[in-house]
Every structure is written in C-alpha cells, then in structure tokens.
T-cell receptor, first 115, second 114 residues
Framework: AQKITQTQPGMFVQEKEAVTLDCTYDTSDQSYGLFWYKQPSSGEMIFLIY??????QNATEGRYSLNFQKARKSANLVISASQLGDSAMYFCAMREGTGNTPLVFGKGTRLSVIA | GAVVSQHPSRVICKSGTSVKIECRSL??????MFWYRQFPKQSLMLMATSNEGSKATYEQGVEKDKFLINHASLTLSTLTVTSAHPEDSSFYIC??????????FGNGTRLTVT
C-alpha cells in the first residue's frame, strides 16, 4: 500500500491566492514525522515544513501552513498569497519511527502559479 | 542549518564505465545517509541507506553490486555506479539529517550514460 498519497498531479493557482495541496498517509507507527518539500526545475529539494505526530498544533512557516488531521491521516499543505516563484513540484513525505529513518515520498503535485 | 554537498552536479559517461558520486555533510556528523534516485517526472525513490563503518542497506530491486556505497567517514558517503548503462541515466540525490528532523538534500547529480 502507498504510504504517502498525493492525489493532485497538477494544480493551478492565481497569483496572490491561497492554494491547498493534499496529502494522506498510512502508517501503523505512533511516532512519525510529516514533511513537505519543494523541488524547482533545478532539482534541488527545499524543505518547507514539518509536523510531528505528537504535535497538537498545526505547523506554520511563513506563508506555509500544514493542516494536520491525525484521525483522517491527512497533512495538507496550504500556501497563502501565492507567488510566481512558488511554481514547482511539491512532495509530501514521511519518516516513520523514532530512529534515523529515511523519507518516503508521495508522487508529488506540480503547482503552477498564474499571473 | 545543516548543509549537504553533492558532487558532481552533472556527469556524462560512456556505457560500461563507472561513475562515483560524493555526498558530504558539511556541518554535522552523519552516521546515516540516504541515496535516492529520481527518473523524469517521477518521485524520489530510496535506493539505499548508507551506514558509517558498516555495509549499506539496499532497497528491494536495487542491485548492490551495481550501486556500490561506501561510507568511510562521518561526513562522506559515496555512490559508485559500476558498468553504467543508458537505463542508469537518472537524477541521483543524497540526503542526511538528525533523528526526528528534516532530511537535508544535496543538489543532486544528473547522470547521462551514452
């Protein structure tokens, strides 16, 4: 079974508008971390935001916020006030357990910001 | 924040030759590093977990004799693609980080095998 599911292959958003990128996850671990990364066309992986499984408050980092709904196993990324430079691939990922474990990625969502 | 450096960023090699990719953690000691591969328009797939001072752990379907990983120090892991073929052409990217923290990625290596 897919551990990370991103159901939106592509999304369009008008500049200055907000956009939500969906992510659901599947794990039997009680301790896990959820991450969002941005990958521009250059290929680098840029860390955006992190949510721990025990965190009760939704994470926020500047224009990025993570809508964490633990019972539904969802971790949606909200980007407010979209900018042209936000156009990129966005990956949701998870680290399971308490050790130094790898990230498992979803298939990604390509976001295009329109002027 | 933690920085991971990867070299080279781009390499073109002939079929049958070997290519070495280096991944360094610049400001922290990484007992564990992870190697990923990304084909065009696809996600990152974990190839192997590199452990300092011991053998790497490979994911199912990844040939350990083809993708040699060496993690001889706490700041350096290398991936050698041996006897490369055109189907090995891909984007290879390494990462490292602390427990329960974001993984930091190198800038990746785009390998083209002709």
């Amino acid at each position: 079974a897919q551990k990370i599911t991103q159901t939106q292959p592509g999304m369009f958003v008008q500049e200055k508008e907000a956009v939500t990128l969906d992510c659901t996850y599947d794990t039997s671990d009680q301790s896990y971390g959820l991450f969002w990364y941005k990958q521009p066309s250059s290929g680098e992986m840029i860390f955006l935001i992190y949510q721990g499984s025990y965190d009760e408050q939704n994470a926020t980092e500047g224009r990025y916020s993570l809508n964490f709904q633990k019972a539904r196993k969802s971790a949606n990324l909200v980007i407010s006030a979209s900018q042209l430079g936000d156009s990129a691939m966005y990956f949701c990922a998870m680290r399971e357990g308490t050790g130094n474990t790898p990230l498992v990625f979803g298939k990604g969502t390509r976001l295009s910001v329109i002027a | 924040g933690a920085v991971v450096s990867q070299h080279p960023s781009r390499v073109i090699c002939k079929s049958g030759t070997s290519v070495k990719i280096e991944c360094r953690s610049l400001d922290f000691q990484a007992t564990t590093m992870f190697w990923y591969r990304q084909f065009p328009k696809q996600s990152l797939m974990l190839m192997a977990t590199s452990n300092e001072g011991s053998k790497a752990t490979y994911e199912q379907g990844v040939e350990k004799d083809k993708f040699l990983i060496n993690h001889a120090s706490l700041t350096l892991s290398t991936l050698t693609v041996t006897s490369a073929h055109p189907e090995d052409s891909s984007f290879y990217i390494c990462s490292a980080g602390q427990v329960a923290s974001p993984l930091h990625f190198g800038n990746g290596t785009r390998l083209t095998v002709t």
